[in-house]
């Protein structure tokens, strides 16, 4: 009696740990199920809000446009005021001092040239700035090509370690019927152990990409990442001249030509100092032993300076600020060229890969149905193991190289524009 509660009670205790643990399993793979997926656009959100270099650009515009604040500010009054009280120990006696006084600038050329420039270098922090974010998107399409990659890389190794372990059970039987020799069976043995290792690799890969995606969206570099698909390489154009004009609106070629625009002002402002400078300005002070009762006093005037002999100190400042000029005009020819040749070489690379797809498709698509026909050749023994094996490599290889090839027409796409200065348009 004794002995079936004993037994009764140990499988009601079985009983409860299996739902126990049936409810731990649910709950982690909800927990996987639950992982939001991360689209291309909100990445991209994700990217330009946390990355640190984009936050860098960001505070740099936010202090060019500070910068032209101040350098309009000096075009304004300006007002300041003081004060002092003073005390004689012996005599007992004190005196008091205030005084209010104020600015204004009529006439500075070199204030308003200050000003003008602080305007430009918005211009050229905001040209930069996109230069980054620009930089930034074409980073994270290739991190998302290389975890895609490296995602269907990782799940095609397994799908050749399953067919691994099939072939060596297909020769052992083979070998223990006496129809395939001792060689073959270690051979496949050897393929087999090579394929966990080349799948071992692979994972390894696949962690890496994710953490680079992680550390790129300034995420814990352990986070989950599952991530959607990539936009798709639309059709290349026969040739580069339908995107010759965009080269104009690059942000690198904008960034170069706010510059020289600065140094043009720089020009100005040397030039400036040989004209004379106006202002107007007034003080209203009080001081006395007895203040308030003493009479307040009050000023007001004009002012003008001209510095007319500088001992050529005026004329060497316009030489320099226009040797700066002439040098960045050569800096932005300079700048354009090279622009232009590396968005033509990554048309032309797009291209390539465009055209390689096709071929890889049409490669494994003709040696996969050898390898399905050899395959039932030789389980039916009109085929040679060689023959087999070769086959196979051969599918497998055309498998990677389809893999490869889509990851590869992905970054030469995402690659051209970002010559163009365009890849914020990668949608």
């Given at each position: 009696m004794n002995h079936k509660i004993m037994l009764k009670k140990a499988a009601e205790i079985t009983i409860c740990a299996v739902f126990l643990f049936s409810c731990a399993v649910l709950q982690i793979r909800a927990n996987d199920n639950d992982t939001e997926k991360l689209t291309w656009n909100k990445a991209v959100d994700v990217l330009l809000t946390n990355n640190p270099q984009s936050r860098s650009a960001k505070f740099a515009l936010d202090a060019s446009r500070r910068q032209l604040d101040y350098s309009k500010a000096s075009l304004f009054p300006q007002l300041s005021a003081s004060g002092s009280h003073n005390a004689l120990d012996r005599s007992?006696?004190?005196?008091?001092?205030?005084?209010?006084?104020?600015?204004?600038?009529?006439?500075?050329?070199?204030?308003?040239?200050?000003?003008?420039?602080?305007?430009?270098?918005?211009?050229?922090?905001?040209?930069?700035?996109?230069?980054?974010?620009?930089?930034?998107?074409?980073?994270l399409a290739q991190t998302f090509a290389q975890l895609s990659y490296a995602k269907e890389s990782?799940?095609?190794?397994?799908?050749?370690?399953?067919?691994?372990?099939?072939?060596?059970?297909?020769?052992?039987?083979?070998?223990?019927?006496?129809?395939?020799?001792?060689?073959?069976?270690?051979?496949?043995?050897?393929?087999?152990?090579l394929a966990l290792w080349t799948h071992e690799n692979y994972r390894k890969d696949f962690i890496l990409a994710e953490r680079n995606l992680n550390k790129l969206l300034g995420r814990p570099a352990h986070a989950k990442v599952d991530i959607g698909e990539l936009p798709k390489s639309p059709v290349p154009p026969e040739n580069f001249k339908h995107f010759a004009g965009r080269i104009a609106y690059h942000p690198a070629l904008k960034s170069k030509k706010f510059v020289l625009d600065m140094a043009r002002e720089s020009v100005s402002k040397a030039k400036s100092s040989r004209l004379p400078t106006a202002s107007a300005n007034g003080n209203y002070s009080w001081s006395g032993v007895n203040w308030p009762d003493s009479i307040p006093s009050w000023s007001a005037g004009a002012s003008l300076s001209w510095s007319f002999f500088t001992a050529g100190k005026n004329t060497?400042?316009?030489?320099?600020?226009?040797?700066?000029?002439?040098?960045?005009?050569?800096?932005?020819?300079?700048?354009?060229?090279?622009?232009?040749?590396?968005?033509?070489?990554?048309?032309?690379?797009?291209?390539?890969?465009?055209?390689?797809?096709?071929?890889?498709?049409?490669?494994?698509?003709?040696?996969?149905?050898?390898?399905?026909?050899?395959?039932?050749?030789?389980?039916?023994?009109k085929a040679a193991y060689f023959e087999w094996t070769s086959v196979e490599e051969q599918l497998i290889s055309a498998q990677k190289k389809v893999l490869q090839a889509k990851r590869n027409l992905i970054i030469s796409y995402a690659a051209f524009l970002n010559s163009l200065g365009m890849t914020g348009e990668y949608k």
């Open positions: 007992g006696s004190r005196s008091h001092s205030y005084s209010l006084s104020g600015l204004q600038p009529l006439f500075s050329p070199a204030l308003s040239s200050d000003a003008r420039s602080a305007k430009l270098g918005i211009k050229k922090t905001e040209s930069d700035y996109d230069i980054v974010k620009n930089d930034l998107v074409f980073a990782l799940k095609l190794s397994d799908e050749t370690l399953k067919r691994r372990t099939k072939n060596v059970e297909i020769i052992r039987l083979k070998y223990q019927a006496g129809r395939e020799s001792k060689a073959a069976l270690l051979e496949t043995q050897s393929i087999l152990k060497a400042s316009v030489d320099v600020a226009k040797n700066n000029q002439n040098g960045l005009i050569a800096e932005l020819k300079d700048v354009r060229d090279n622009t232009y040749l590396n968005a033509e070489d990554k048309f032309l690379s797009w291209r390539l890969a465009d055209s390689y797809m096709e071929v890889i498709k049409s490669s494994l698509k003709a040696v996969d149905a050898r390898s399905w026909l050899v395959s039932g050749q030789y389980l039916t023994g």
